[in-house]
């Protein structure tokens, strides 16, 4: 069947013939299935009372995430299993040990948030078994409450870590083998379409296929993770078709390491992002821990930030510091280009009618430079950036800088690279005096707007106060702050 969407919603069957290219999971859960566990609070992915567990085959493993349902288009939903709050119960009603865990710690006061709250603690209940404090809060980054101020919350995960009888309780674990075979059933053999009048949908079967689409319909919207696009739809009330639909396809989902660097499939979440590189270039993990929440993370791919081209992107300055190189593609084959040159003006990418991103090369930072990314917030977790700076340095035995690349998000219209100070401090020791001397040469390169997440001002200042910052920590003064875990 090619022309509808299925898919498990906690224990049955689902098929849509008519759905719409930006229908929410959350909208059709509430008002088509009266399935009022998941809230709507926010209506863009920050707070976490709309959390749903969405599961999905891949490698022939059934893996569950936690995402946001106000954000989550319908399309995006063929061959997964869908599981709400309501599905927890047990056999007899009793509650889930994560929901008698909140009930135990006090972990609810209002209670809007709290189904929110049990699906994320689920999906680290399901994925480990004695989770640490520091990775509690990481699942929770996504859920805000206004009552509770967290710690029993927090206390409610770490008992419910040491809660684990037989399996056969848990409804998922109970079902495992039997959602996968539904699963395989479902999938599709063929490139979906469904139109109601104006409104269309599309999900390629393939990656061909979706060349094949895309040169037919060169000014369709293309989808991943929604983390912005979800936004046009719930807050700016755009209309969109046709939608074409690519996170279910694993030819974009691969991450290849080499000797010299990591190619990224441009349907990598940052979570499996995360996973793979976060040892290899450790800041690129710590800043992927800082975009978004939990569920964000699980749905937002490193293509789709880069194809976005925002000027506050959070991946690309600093894979324009690494050197990185893009790869488009369309039914006349691949093309490559530096990933700073993909970015043309605001709003204007360098991607001809037919093409998407494919991937994107990361090569690994040399064992003798430095590197470091700086993402600034009004709040250090789950905050869109006001300023990132990226900086790769490479010295000789003298300390004289033999290359530095700079890159900043937040400072113009489109991420990119601070040349003027570059040529400054190629060639000078890198010493407290050159950074000082270099610093006006930001006033070339940058000329910031205001908006209502920072100054002019802050920004241009900011920017030259990272620059001093990550000489600083070169030279081992301790200029970054440190969580207390991290230094316990």
Not at 217 to 244: C, F, H, N, Y
Not at 279 to 293: E, M, Q, S
Not at 398 to 420: H, L, S, V, Y
Not at 465 to 483: H, I
């Amino acid at each position: 069947m090619n022309d509808s969407i299925r898919f498990i919603l906690n224990g049955e069957d689902i098929t849509l013939t008519d759905v719409g290219p930006t229908e929410t999971l959350l909208d059709f859960l509430r008002l088509k299935r009266q399935l009022t566990g998941t809230k709507e609070g926010c209506a863009e992915g920050d707070c976490g009372a709309c959390t749903v567990l969405v599961g999905r085959l891949a490698d022939g493993k059934l893996a569950y995430e936690s995402v946001n349902a106000c954000i989550r288009f319908m399309g995006s939903l063929h061959a997964t299993h869908v599981v709400t709050v309501e599905h927890l119960a047990g056999r007899d009603g009793a509650l889930h040990p994560v929901q008698q865990a909140l009930v135990d710690c006090h972990g609810s006061q209002c209670g809007f948030c709290t189904p929110g709250f049990v699906m994320s603690l689920y999906g680290l209940w399901l994925a480990k078994e004695k989770p640490s404090r520091q990775e509690i809060e990481k699942a929770l980054q996504g859920n805000l409450c206004r009552c509770t101020g967290y710690e029993p919350i927090v206390k409610a995960a770490e008992q419910v870590s040491l809660m684990r009888p037989s399996a056969l309780f848990d409804p998922l674990e109970r079902t495992r083998s039997e959602i996968v075979s539904r699963l395989w059933a479902m999938q599709a053999s063929g490139t979906i379409r469904i139109a109601n009048g104006e409104d269309r949908l599309i999900v390629p079967a393939s990656v061909q296929a979706l060349a094949e689409v895309l040169s037919q319909e060169p000014d369709a919207i293309i989808v991943a993770g929604a983390t912005d696009v979800g936004l046009w739809v719930t807050k700016q009330m755009r209309r969109l078709s046709p939608v074409v639909f690519i996170s279910h396809l694993s030819e974009l989902q691969s991450v290849t390491e080499s000797e010299n660097g990591v190619t990224i499939g441009a349907g990598v979440s940052y979570t499996k992002a995360f996973e793979e590189i976060s040892t290899k270039i450790p800041a690129i993990g710590r800043l992927i821990d800082r975009i978004g929440g939990e569920q964000v993370r699980n749905m937002g791919t490193i293509g789709g930030n880069i194809a976005n081209g925002s000027p506050i992107g959070d991946s690309p300055p600093p894979l324009i510091a690494l050197g990185a190189t893009l790869t488009l593609r369309s039914l006349e084959g691949q093309r490559r280009m530096p990933l700073e040159d993909f970015f043309i003006a605001y709003g204007k990418q360098d991607r001809k009618p037919g093409e998407f991103v494919e991937s994107v090369f990361v090569p690994y930072p040399a064992a003798m430079s430095r590197f470091a990314a700086y993402k600034i917030t009004k709040r250090r977790d789950e905050d869109i950036t006001a300023v990132l700076g990226a900086f790769l340095l490479t010295l000789d035995e003298a300390e004289m800088i033999t290359d530095i690349r700079i890159a900043f998000g937040g400072m113009a219209a489109t991420p990119k690279r601070a040349r003027t100070v570059e040529v400054a401090l190629i060639g000078k020791p890198w010493t407290e005096a050159t950074i000082e001397a270099t610093r006006p040469a930001f006033d070339a390169d940058y000329q910031p707007l205001t908006d209502w997440r920072a100054t002019a001002e802050y920004r241009q200042l900011t920017a030259k106060n990272l620059l001093t910052r990550f000489y600083l920590e070169t030279v081992g003064a301790p200029a970054e702050l440190k969580r207390f875990e991290e230094v316990a």
